[in-house]
């Protein structure tokens, strides 16, 4: 039984500075999204910690709070955004070039607003984004002043905006695959790979090593290794800084994790699940490389394993074919279109069908998700809850969790793990869905 005591959370007081890693189509969507929010130009759709209510006690108490009033979160009106991009383009340019928000109703104006968020020079190296090219690069030549680079920005920043706390939400582009090896295994050896500028320390792991450093909460959107190994674990937990990944869940894995527990949940068989998309921007492009779209597949494909579980069930899932493609078409833009074909079997083994056509726009699904974490990771950090964050894998495509675990992808468990996290903080019962009390006399 968890404890019933409110645990201490330090208040969320003063400015919560929002660091995006990336300033493309969906750290823009999330920026530009905020401001107009802000103004009463439009409305958070998709944001938990915005719409959601959170149920408290019984089911007769009609007790349902807003989670933003129920949890101590920060204020939108208190955020303030910060960005890295090998592009030197400010937000405003960049928005408009990611095409994803109407350039009339959500960009003009805020004009200003936007094109005072500058991206910071990165540290970017093309050998980990094969199909990237930028100008807005920092000149440190070892890895250990590239980090140490990073450090400076972020302390500058924050005295600089006067923030009071920050959090770092890496949105950039999905780097080549990397498999965790030696120099992931400890910090000492992950230190000595940073100063031996070893290749398997990519950019993005210097991104985290320098936010965990300063003691700023890291949450990975993209499905590259970057703090999913034991080094960067014992780092996060040594500093007391909570981290999770990674790559959200926007479009088809969402899907995805809901179905497939619907399947199994009725035990239907499944025989093949075959995914693919089309996508025109700037991620698609990157993802068109075989190194940066292996990061990704790796990603997607997990899912179905985990909740399928066919070790348990072999005759049901025993021999999925589960196949995942993208594919970079231009003239969609960031309006991705993701089909699922599944090949079920139900009674006696008589095969179905199954098609989903899922129009979406990515970035629009990302967005708040970004908000989500950036608020839920502050929360987390103000609660004294460091290293892996497993309650909130309900945003993420890969989730990170504690050695030995398997991960939970089921949209609907993680949605609960969530909100009874947000219990447990606020000292209120967790679910647990059993209701029996309603049906009990004595
Ligand atoms: N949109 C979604 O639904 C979704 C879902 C899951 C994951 N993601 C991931 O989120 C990331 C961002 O997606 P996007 O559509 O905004 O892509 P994007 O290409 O529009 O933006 C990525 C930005 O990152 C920058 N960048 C690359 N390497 C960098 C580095 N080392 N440091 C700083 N900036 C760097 C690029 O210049 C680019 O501007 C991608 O990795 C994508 O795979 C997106």
Redesign the pocket.
């Known amino acids: 039984m968890a404890e019933q005591t409110v645990r201490r959370i330090a208040p969320a007081k003063g400015r919560l500075g929002v660091l995006c890693?990336?300033?493309?189509?969906?750290?823009?969507?999330f920026i530009a999204g905020v401001e107009n929010i802000r103004r009463g130009a439009a409305k958070p759709i998709g944001s938990l910690t915005q719409m959601g209510t959170i149920r408290l006690g019984k089911r007769t108490e009609g007790r349902a709070p807003l989670i933003r009033e129920f949890a101590p979160l920060a204020d939108l009106n208190d955020l303030v955004f910060g960005?890295?991009?090998?592009?030197p383009d400010d937000a405003y340019t960049?928005a408009v070039r990611?095409g994803v928000l109407d350039r009339h109703e959500h960009l003009e104006p805020i004009g200003e607003f936007l094109r005072n968020v500058k991206?910071m020079p990165?540290?970017?190296?093309q050998s980990?984004?094969k199909r990237?090219q930028?100008s807005n690069v920092k000149p440190g030549k070892s890895k250990r002043e590239l980090a140490e680079a990073l450090r400076k920005d972020i302390r500058e920043f924050k005295a600089k905006h006067g923030c009071d706390r920050l959090v770092m939400v890496?949105?950039?582009?999905?780097?080549i695959f990397i498999s965790p090896g030696p120099t992931h295994w400890t910090l000492d050896a992950f230190e000595k790979a940073v100063d031996a500028n070893d290749q398997t320390i990519a950019?993005?792991m210097l991104?985290a090593y320098a936010a965990l450093q300063e003691g700023v909460p890291f949450a990975n959107?993209?499905?590259?290794l970057t703090c999913d190994f034991p080094a960067m674990e014992q780092l996060a937990r040594d500093k007391g800084v909570a981290i999770g990944g990674k790559?959200?869940?926007?479009?088809q894995t969402m899907v995805k994790t809901v179905l497939s527990p619907m399947f199994k949940a009725r035990m239907l068989g499944v025989a093949g699940w075959y995914s693919t998309n089309i996508l025109g921007?700037?991620?698609g492009?990157?993802?068109d490389d075989p190194e940066s779209f292996k990061t990704?597949e790796e990603s997607k494909l997990g899912v179905l394993e985990y909740i399928l579980q066919p070790q348990l069930y072999p005759e049901l899932y025993g021999k999925i074919f589960h196949k995942v493609r993208i594919n970079y078409y231009p003239p969609r833009g960031?309006n991705?279109e993701g089909w699922d074909n599944i090949d079920i079997f139900g009674w006696l083994g008589y095969p179905m069908q199954i098609k989903v056509d899922f129009l979406c726009r990515?970035?629009i699904?990302?967005a708040p998700l970004v908000l989500d974490l950036a608020l839920f990771f502050d929360l987390a950090q103000r609660a004294g809850l460091s290293g892996i964050q497993e309650w909130l894998s309900f945003y993420f495509?890969s989730p990170q969790v504690a050695p030995g675990l398997y991960p939970e992808h089921d949209l609907f468990i993680q949605q609960t793990k969530l909100k009874n996290t947000l219990r447990y903080l606020m000292g209120e019962e967790p679910i647990t869905h059993l209701g029996i009390e309603y049906y009990q006399n004595d």
């Open positions: 890693v990336g300033l493309g189509a969906v750290a823009t969507t960005a890295w991009d090998p592009v960049a990611a991206p990165a540290v970017f190296d980990y984004v990237l930028g890496w949105c950039a582009s999905t780097e950019p993005s991104y959107g993209a499905p590259n790559d959200f869940k926007t479009g921007n700037r991620d492009e990157v993802l990704k960031d991705k990515d970035s699904l990302a495509k």
